[in-house]
């Protein structure tokens, strides 16, 4: 069943739903036999979407060290995971030839996905923050079988608990977006927590920058937080998510930050579309560019005008 939360598209993967104790649930998994096949959404052969299949292939091995055995009740699916199927994935160049296995050895099928949330089976000797029975949400391992999989290998700092306000599906839809968006303000850009600065995130009304707003202003409380969006209810939504202001990045956006006659800003979050930055960056690097530091959540090339600092 396909479902919708904010700007990410989820697929639950399991119509069952689990709620007992913690110590009730480990002494369930204990004693609950599987088969020793699972079903699983991936690709043999990289290519078109036609090479998208479900399959049964065995079940995850068990967990040794850090790594945890999770039953996926929710994945989310990211462009990530087209460019993955697609077989054109180059963020890192080297990619292909460190999942090659996957496809060459048995099962001889590479299960795709990154983002999920589920219930923790088991756990490997060297775990420490989970045990059996508790519920969480998390990263794959991008060299691994991935999410899209009844059950699936999880290194324990990938994971957190969900969010208990959070159903699976909701959940799922964070891991890959959040990290991002906390790894470009406060690991790339060093924002610091209470700094009198502004913001200005392009396309507020998408996933990662509905989930920038939230953090620059909620967990860094940053006093101006500017965002792009050009129809009404993306910018309520901006709003909603934290933005103090809102342009319209299909019009002049220097002219519509001057006017709002702000404090210099020191930050920038770029666009991540093709189109969005070939239109907008230009003038934003002349405008901006003597007192800001950028971060981009493109890959960098002559086309990707934000620059990490």
Same mark, same amino acid.
């Given at each position: ?30 004693? #609950? ?8 959404? $991936?690709? @043999?052969?990289?290519?078109? +979407? !036609?090479? &998208? ?115 699976? #599906? ?8 959040? $990290?991002? @968006?906390?790894?470009?303000? +406060? !690991?790339? &850009? ?120």
């Amino acid at each position: 069943m396909w479902m919708r939360t904010g700007q990410s598209r989820t697929l639950k993967a399991l119509d069952t739903s689990v709620s007992h104790t913690n110590s009730h649930m480990t002494n369930l998994f204990s004693h #609950v036999k599987m088969s020793s096949e699972m079903k699983a959404i $991936g690709v @043999a052969q990289y290519g078109a +979407v !036609d090479n &998208l299949e479900s399959k049964r292939i065995p079940r995850p091995s068990k967990p040794t060290g850090r790594q945890m055995r999770v039953q996926t009740k929710a994945i989310s699916i990211n462009p990530i995971d087209i460019k993955v199927r697609q077989g054109t994935y180059d963020d890192a160049p080297d990619y292909y030839d460190r999942v090659r296995a996957l496809t060459q050895e048995d099962p001889k099928f590479h299960v795709i996905g990154y983002d999920g949330a589920g219930i923790v089976l088991e756990v490997g000797p060297d775990v420490k923050h989970f045990q059996p029975g508790e519920e969480i949400y998390y990263l794959g391992n991008p060299v691994m079988q991935g999410c899209y999989a009844e059950e699936v290998l999880v290194d324990e700092r990938h994971a957190g608990h969900k969010p208990r306000r959070l159903d699976f #599906v909701e959940s799922a839809a964070m891991p890959l977006t959040y $990290g991002t @968006a906390f790894e470009s303000l +406060v !690991d790339r &850009l060093g924002i610091q927590k209470g700094e009198r600065a502004g913001i200005l995130i392009i396309n507020g009304g998408g996933g990662l920058g509905s989930i920038a707003s939230q953090i620059a202003r909620h967990y860094l409380n940053l006093p101006v937080v500017i965002t792009t969006a050009s129809r009404p209810e993306t910018k309520a939504f901006s709003q909603d998510m934290g933005a103090t202001h809102v342009v319209n990045h299909r019009e002049d956006i220097v002219k519509q930050i001057r006017d709002l006659q702000l404090p210099p800003m020191c930050h920038s979050s770029t666009p991540t579309s093709r189109r969005e930055r070939s239109s907008t960056s230009s003038p934003l690097r002349k405008f901006w560019l003597p007192l800001a530091r950028f971060a981009a959540s493109c890959r960098p090339s002559s086309t990707c005008t934000g620059r990490s600092s």
